[in-house]
């Protein structure tokens, strides 16, 4: 593994005019592990404590990270690929997700804010509760957050380092392909599973 040249990779160009906004727009990387870390570990923590089992535990939790693999894929696929009409739309696409198309070495907009990501994750916790129970959805959402914290870390490790590791060399090549490749193909991030069941697989 090696960092790529701090050249290809040091552009953050200014979004909004607004000073807080544009404060709240630079996240850098080390915050999502520091909040979610703690987090799945909790969760995993209270599935076992109030007698979940260590099984049914380990259960709920993949199910949970292969209910974020599908998350990941349509929220890719459909909403920051979306191409709406109206100029409101598309200034929203842009700042979710077309800043990272056009500023793709940003470092500190690759990652997804805290601000967004924390209360999309408590409104799932929720509807985990609603779909699973009060007890069963502490694990299924360590795993669902698990997910989401592998894919922002290797978003962020795709774009600013060149791995030799076989399988991030290939999730790293995979990636930079739907950058610049401009098909609408490979929405996959952290795995390309779900382009493989829904046809936007290269060919």
């Known amino acids: 593994m090696r960092a790529l040249k701090a050249s290809q990779h040091s552009e953050s160009k200014r979004m909004f005019e607004n000073d807080l906004f544009e404060f709240f727009s630079r996240i850098p990387p080390w915050h999502p592990p520091a909040i979610y870390i703690p987090l799945i570990t909790l969760a995993t923590y209270q599935s076992l404590a109030i007698g979940v089992g260590i099984a049914a535990t380990v259960g709920l939790f993949l199910a949970g ?3 974020w693999t599908l998350l990941e894929y349509w929220a890719h696929r459909l909403i920051f690929h ?3 009409r109206s ?8 700042i979710l997700h077309g800043v990272h198309h056009d500023w793709p070495n940003d470092k500190y907009r690759l990652v997804f804010p805290p601000a967004l ?3 999309l994750a408590a409104l799932h916790f929720y509807g985990l509760g609603l779909l699973l129970g009060d007890q069963m959805r502490y694990a299924a959402f360590a795993g669902l957050a698990f997910g989401y914290l592998s894919y922002d870390m290797i978003h962020y490790y795709t774009h600013h380092f060149a791995p030799k590791n076989p399988v991030l060399k290939y999730l790293r090549a995979y990636h930079m392909a739907h950058h610049f490749k401009h098909e609408p193909t490979r929405y996959g991030v952290s795995n390309p599973l779900w382009d493989y069941v829904f046809g936007t697989a290269p060919r």
């Open 65 to 67: 990270l292969l209910y």
């Open 82 to 84: 979306w191409e709406p």
């Open 87 to 94: 100029k409101l739309g598309q200034r929203l696409v842009w």
């Open 117 to 119: 990501s924390l209360p």
